[in-house]
């Protein structure tokens, strides 16, 4: 099978988010798989002086086509009006247009395949704020649409969101296949080698906000420092809301560490003592998952993808319960002093992380795409 894959570099660069982890695994890995020709559609403006992508993006060693000067304008100009078509520049015999992001550039000639990660912009409780953030998720709904009419395929990382987008935006359920995510190299290399577990130090990811339970985390945090327990709070990443944000300014037990690189972030959840990941909506939700290959219990969210992706490996709570911290809080104590306990739910989670290999993923991209063929 000849696959001809339209990556948008921005994303993919390191360090990158979600989407960008998704696009670069899944590539490399049917790379690696060595049963089909895949060659990368990019930009002029994405590529250096040798025509490769740039030293930090993990798919420089892929075979490149520069099928357009700018990247970003075609994205544009795509999602605006359906053009351009990239005909003239895939290679002969391209049995595929696949796109590991939501992004869809029409073709005559071959059929197209799109990811959706996740049916948030037709959630009717996640709406946008404000009138300029309305309307430019009015604008990408209409264009997600208008990419799922063309498209012959489209991927999705989850159960859960496949069942969001078939509900939400009336797919066929037989259009939709949900391919999953897998684990970073970086992750599995350090889930092989040991860690000194620092038994007072709960991670949060995702920063304080409230579509990621920052609320909860503050309450979980304030429920500890009046039980006047040792139990220190690293919430990493964000942007965080400004509210949340001056709350947690008056919690000597919870540290807002910001961004950090992938190699540090490893380490601060390989030693903690749990993470928490009170997330209120997640397509897949990776970070229980990593935590899990790290041999951290988890303390996450009963919402959305997460119950079905931790397949029971995990202690779940109710984010909007007046009990939540309560909740969250007597879990931080049993895996304090219940060794059996947490050796249980550690041993649970390597089994759950261990399923999640992105050439499981790439598999199912291949078998997906020849079925359809």
């Known amino acids: 099978m000849r696959l ?4 948008d570099t921005r994303r993919t660069l390191l360090p990158c988010t979600g989407v960008g982890r998704h696009t670069n695994g899944v590539l490399l890995a049917l790379a690696a798989l060595g049963k089909d020709h895949l060659t990368l559609l990019t930009g002029a403006d994405q590529t250096e002086s040798d025509g490769r992508l740039p030293q930090n993006a993990p ?7 520069c099928a357009m000067r700018s990247a970003r304008r075609t994205e544009q100009w ?11 520049a895939l290679p002969a015999g391209t049995d595929w247009i696949y ?3 939501d992004i869809l550039i029409a073709s005559r000639k071959a059929p197209v395949a799109i990811t959706f990660h996740d049916a948030r912009l037709f959630e009717p409780d996640l709406s946008a ?3 300029k953030a309305h309307a430019r998720d009015a604008f990408m709904r209409s264009w997600m649409r208008r990419a799922a009419d063309k498209a ?3 991927f999705t990382v989850s159960d859960f969101s496949k069942a969001r987008l078939v509900a939400l935006m009336g797919l066929d359920p037989d259009k939709v296949v949900a391919v999953g995510n897998g684990l970073e190299p970086h992750v599995i ?6 860690a000194a577990r620092q038994a007072d130090t709960v991670i949060v990811l995702g920063g304080l906000r409230r579509l990621k339970g920052g609320d909860v985390t503050l309450a979980v945090a304030e429920r500890l420092l009046a039980d006047g327990a040792a139990t220190h709070i690293v919430s990493i990443g964000g942007p965080d809301d400004p509210e949340l944000a001056a709350r947690a300014a008056g919690l000597p037990n919870l540290t807002r560490a910001g961004f950090l690189s992938d190699s540090d972030l490893v380490e601060a959840m390989a030693g903690a003592v749990a993470l928490l990941f009170p997330s209120r909506y997640e397509g897949f939700g990776m970070p229980p998952i990593e935590a899990m290959a790290l041999g951290i219990p988890v303390i996450a969210a009963d919402r959305a993808s ?3 992706i931790v397949e029971g490996a995990a202690i779940l709570i109710d984010p909007d319960s007046k009990n939540a911290a309560e909740q969250a809080v007597a879990a931080l104590h049993r895996l304090r002093y219940d060794e059996t306990w947490r050796a249980d739910l550690v041993a649970r989670g390597y089994r759950v992380a261990r399923q999640h290999t992105w050439e499981c993923v790439a598999e199912r991209v291949r078998t997906a795409l020849l079925a359809a063929s």
Do not use: C, E, N
């Open 78 to 88: 795509a999602k605006v009006s359906g053009l351009p078509l990239l005909d003239h």
């Open 4 to 7: 001809a894959a339209f990556v």
């Open 99 to 101: 796109s590991p992001h």
């Open 59 to 65: 798919l420089r060693a892929l075979p490149a086509v």
């Open 152 to 154: 012959r395929i489209i």
């Open 306 to 308: 997460l119950p079905q």
């Open 189 to 194: 290399a350090r889930a092989a080698a040991p």
């Open 129 to 131: 704020r404000g009138a």
